[in-house]
């Protein structure tokens, strides 16, 4: 089976140095520091159109978790169709309620609106906040969801990879499992080779400074030190080194 390094890019910037370097699918966001919002059609026009890359769109409204309003959720179908309209092979998204239970209605809804585009129903990293992940996963199996993005519900992937290698092999040939968070090339091989997956998803970061960031007395920093002028784009040198180790 092939082996998928997924990078998750913040800018249309990010997703043409993954695609020079090599990579094939990625996870198209806007502001990756609150953890990745739903990414400008501009963004993904000019990617589609400048790049060979499988494109996964970000569909996030906002920042903190992932129990939406009805406000939130007009905001995200309008935006599911308009991305889906505008090329995109695929949507990342996820719904709870507040117990930590799959929304099953507004779930539903949005994979009838990816399938009527062919796209992939991507369930992000909502799951690791879910109640129960088995039950979840069964879950996601009925809505037609087609992969699940998880870290094994602890912060690194690493840290969770018994609960991916137990997730695979209960359900690995009805969903796919895509594992991340604070996947690199250092410990890649180490996850896939003990979970038995074939697909990781990494940022890749690296940082650029921006002068203006911090002038007099205003700053619009959103790093810490040492990067307090800079920001993160994806690096071509580290895409380049996962896709050759694969």
Known sequence: MEKIVEICCGSYEDAYNADRAGAKRIELNSALHLGGLTPSLAT???????????????????????HYSDVDYEVMKMDAELLMKNGSDGLAFGFLTED????????????KIIKEYNGEAVFHRAFDCVADPYKTMETLIELGIDRVLTSGLEPKAIEGKEV???LLEKYGDKIEILAGSGV??????????YTGINQVHSSCKAWVEDPTTHKNNVSY???SAPNEMNYDVVSYELVKNMIENL
């Open 44 to 66: 993904l026009v000019l990617t589609k159109k400048n790049t060979n890359l499988s494109v996964i769109s970000m569909l996030r409204p906002r920042g903190a978790g992932f």
């Open 100 to 111: 930590g239970e799959v929304d099953k209605e507004k779930t539903a809804e949005i994979v």
């Open 164 to 166: 991916i290698k137990n």
């Open 184 to 193: 690199n090339i250092s410990n890649m091989d180490e996850i896939m080779d």
């Open 221 to 223: 920093s959103y790093a």
